[in-house]
């Protein structure tokens, strides 16, 4: 059974950062790897993904500040969360697709004024 854990969420000032992580287990073959993002009255939205061959997207709304990376070997994905804004206060989820669809439990991520 795959599971995908996330860590590395908490609180940050405006303008700090954070990095995220996103460790899957139970899984030999991870095609896409992709972060949302649910904020308050929200809905889930794309943040970032990245494909098995380096293909990388971002939202409009993070490029530039947001960067995803994977390693193969460790079976994690991360995102580096940087110049921070109160508008990125949300619940992160990992995404990952492979033979299935796959959610983690979400971390939240609370960016300060």
């Known amino acids: 059974q795959v599971q995908l854990v996330e860590s590395g969420g908490g609180l940050a000032q405006a303008g700090g950062s954070l990095r995220l992580s996103c460790v899957a287990s139970g899984s030999s073959f991870s095609w896409w790897y992709r972060w949302y993002r649910q904020g308050p009255g929200k809905q889930r939205e794309l943040v970032a993904g990245i494909t098995s061959g380096g293909t990388i997207n971002y939202a409009g709304s993070v490029k530039g500040r947001f960067t995803i990376s994977r390693d193969n070997a460790k079976n994690t994905v991360y995102l580096q969360m940087n110049s921070l804004k109160p508008e990125d206060t949300a619940v992160y989820y990992c995404?990952?697709?492979?033979?299935?669809?796959?959610w983690g439990q979400g971390t939240q991520v609370t960016v300060s004024s």
């Open positions: 995404n990952l697709v492979g033979r299935g669809e796959y």
